[in-house]
């Protein structure tokens, strides 16, 4: 077994939790009928959605500013790596090459990820948490969406769709959301 599963991405849909959140499903390429999902933010998706589609843009987004100020100062991207998963967060390291220098930085997933498909960079997974939060992908339908299964999100996440869900009176989106924070709150 390796010690890690290579991830690519399988899709990115619009998350059921908030209009300013989306589902990025990764699917390793070891094991293609297992994936994952992770809810990230508007710009971090259309970061990532221009390169999928081959949109070319015409001023550098932040990951591409990134990657000049990278080749300025003679850092190279080796691969990026989703470390692990705490409280409903997940974390992940962009390893850099420095000459030979080796050089771990704390990132999110979603920027971790904009940086490594602009690069054609790895996006690591270390098995025994690739295991612990994979899904079949039997559970998830052609159009990406997630059939009963919980997305990954954080409590914070969900307070904060809460109260803004509260603020434009969508009580019946609240009253969910509240629901799923009490779920949260029952498994601790």
Do not use: W
Request: glycine residues 2%; negative net charge.
């Amino acid at each position: 077994m390796p010690a890690y599963h290579i991830l690519k991405i399988k899709a990115i849909t619009p998350s059921s939790i908030g209009a300013s959140s989306f589902v990025l499903i990764l699917e390793s390429t070891h094991s293609t009928n297992l994936s994952f999902p992770i809810v990230i933010g508007n710009q971090e998706a259309q970061s990532i959605s221009i390169i999928l589609e081959g949109i070319s843009i015409k001023r550098p987004l932040m990951h591409d500013l990134f990657i000049n100020v990278f080749s300025l100062i003679d850092v190279s991207l080796d691969f990026v790596e989703i470390t692990r998963f705490n409280d409903g967060v997940f974390f992940a390291e962009l390893n850099l090459l420095n000459d030979d220098k080796h050089i771990v930085v704390d990132a999110r997933p979603s920027d971790a990820i904009a940086l490594a498909i602009r690069l054609n960079k790895e996006i690591r997974i270390p098995t025994s948490l690739f295991d612990s939060i994979c899904i079949n992908s039997s559970e998830i339908s052609e159009s990406g969406s997630i059939s009963d299964v919980d997305i990954v999100i954080s409590k914070s996440d969900l307070e904060m769709e809460l109260k803004k869900a509260l603020a434009d009176e969508n009580y019946e989106v609240a009253a969910s959301l509240r629901d799923k924070i009490e779920q949260l709150n029952a498994k601790k």
